[in-house]
């Protein structure tokens, strides 16, 4: 327990961060996941809810959630909404919901409302169901201090690519719409 101002009762630090984590991930769209033996972390968007995040993912047209399974741990790090900078990193315990069951059906009713982009709209609880994993990653121990240093990775290897140059001859054909 920590000292507050006197007069005051102590506060615990338990309960000090899992307000950070709660309001740090409820206000972030997007979190760093590493699974017990991956390489890196991962970029993935999620819902805060219940006292833990949810992931959907590993299936056609969803992300990768790679090294995380059921009964694993996973190390979360929240970044901040309005410079992306790190605010705070924990420890999870993993755990895949069955489909239907429901803690998935909530889960899902939540995740659906966050999905950007869907290519199959109402038809998405359905699609995951089938195809992909559910996931809830509980905190599970203290906030992790933070670093002293970078801790700057290479990006993970991707078929994604950048738009080419523009071709050579587009500025002159550009420049003479102008001049008319």
Not at 3 to 23: C, H, M, V, Y
Not at 43 to 70: F, K
Not at 110 to 130: C, F, I, Q, S, V
Not at 131 to 143: D, F, I, K, T
Request: glycine share 12%; net charge positive.
């Amino acid at each position: 327990m920590t000292s507050d101002l006197p007069g005051r009762a102590p506060l615990d630090q338990a309960l000090l961060d899992q307000a950070l984590i709660e309001e740090a991930a409820k206000k972030s769209g997007l979190i760093w996941v590493r699974g017990t033996g991956a390489p890196a972390a991962r970029a993935l968007w999620h819902v805060w809810h219940q006292g833990a995040v949810y992931l959907v993912g590993d299936g056609p047209g969803e992300q990768p959630l790679p090294a995380l399974v059921d009964g694993g741990f996973a190390e979360v790090t929240v970044r901040g909404k309005d410079k992306g900078g790190r605010l705070v990193t924990f420890p999870a315990a993993v755990t895949e919901l069955a489909a239907g069951s429901e803690e998935w059906e909530a889960a899902v009713a939540e995740l659906k409302g966050k999905r950007l982009n869907a290519p199959d709209g109402e038809g998405m609880p359905g699609r995951w169901a089938r195809e992909c994993r559910v996931l809830r990653l509980a905190p599970a121990g203290s906030v992790v201090p933070l670093p002293d240093g970078s801790l700057a990775e290479r990006p993970v290897p991707t078929a994604a690519t950048t738009r080419e140059p523009i071709p050579a001859g587009l500025p002159k054909l550009l420049g003479k719409r102008r001049k008319t």
